[in-house]
């Protein structure tokens, strides 16, 4: 029997949110960890087969950050599980099953694990409290005026570290009780877009609007500011999902796996303002 605490970890997505927070947790627990992207310490390009097999090395374990494309997924799993892969964490998210028009790379994700062979277990989270202030919201909470077409639905936001907590959790355990399970991760509470930003102009001292736009305007805005089309066609498919209200109430995937409560959305905020991220 070998002793699964040897096994090396694929870590896809090493660079991103999630990410670049769980490679250090798992080696701070002890595991060989394999770090890839483009970018990354181990070079892996979803668009680019001849990088999946150097990536994967000898890894038992994928941590799958799953592309928007899910045209590569399957074979990337299947050819995986022939080189020895024997269990999966999806980074998936909260939802998924109802998206329509967004989310085709996570639902792929999850039946691909789930066809494969081997253990699986999915994370879905909540939208991430760091979208405020390292991905796409970041600009427009500086410029001082944030516009979304949220119906006034409010969010259950979790914070990104405690998805990378709950995935290392699960990566550094044997896996058997986790297989099959699908987690779903928010934060404490849900709160109105327009609450987050007050909260967040609060912690930064200093005015930010938010504004409640019709879809049509919402995606007006986006071809404006030079998104592609298909960008601004997601993004509003992502809001029709979150208007039905499929990812506002809590959820306790975070205590189960972390034995705590989630870390609250003004905590986030009065880190990420005292770093600067809306100054
Ligand atoms: N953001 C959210 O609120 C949220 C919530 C729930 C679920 N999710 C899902 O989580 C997944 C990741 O989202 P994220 O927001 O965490 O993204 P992110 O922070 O932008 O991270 C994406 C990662 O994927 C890598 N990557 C991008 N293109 C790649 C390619 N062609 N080949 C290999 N690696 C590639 C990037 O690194 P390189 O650039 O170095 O390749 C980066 O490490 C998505 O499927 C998303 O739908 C996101």
Known sequence: MTDHKTDQILVLGATGKTGRRLVPLL??????????SRSGEVTFDWGLPATWAPALGGAKTVYLVPPDD?????ALVRQAVAGGVTRFVVLS??????????????????????DS??????????NFNQNFDEDLWRRPLRS???????????????????????????LVSAGDEHHGQVYELSGPRALPFGEAVGIMARAAGRPIAFEELTPDAYVAELLAAGEPKPVAVALNAMFTLFRAGHTSTPVDGVRRLLGREPRPFEEYAARAAAAGAWS
């Open 27 to 36: 080696r701070a627990a002890g595991r060989e960890v394999r770090a890839a």
């Open 70 to 74: 899910p045209g590569p997924i399957g």
């Open 93 to 114: 998210g909260r939802g998924v099953q109802y998206a329509d028009g967004f989310g085709a790379g996570m639902a792929g994700a999850e039946l691909a694990v789930r």
């Open 117 to 126: 062979g081997a253990a699986w277990t999915v994370l879905r989270p909540n």
């Open 144 to 170: 001082g005026r944030l516009a979304l077409p949220t119906g006034s639905v409010p969010e259950a936001f979790v914070d990104v570290d405690d998805v990378a907590e709950a995935a290392a959790a699960l």
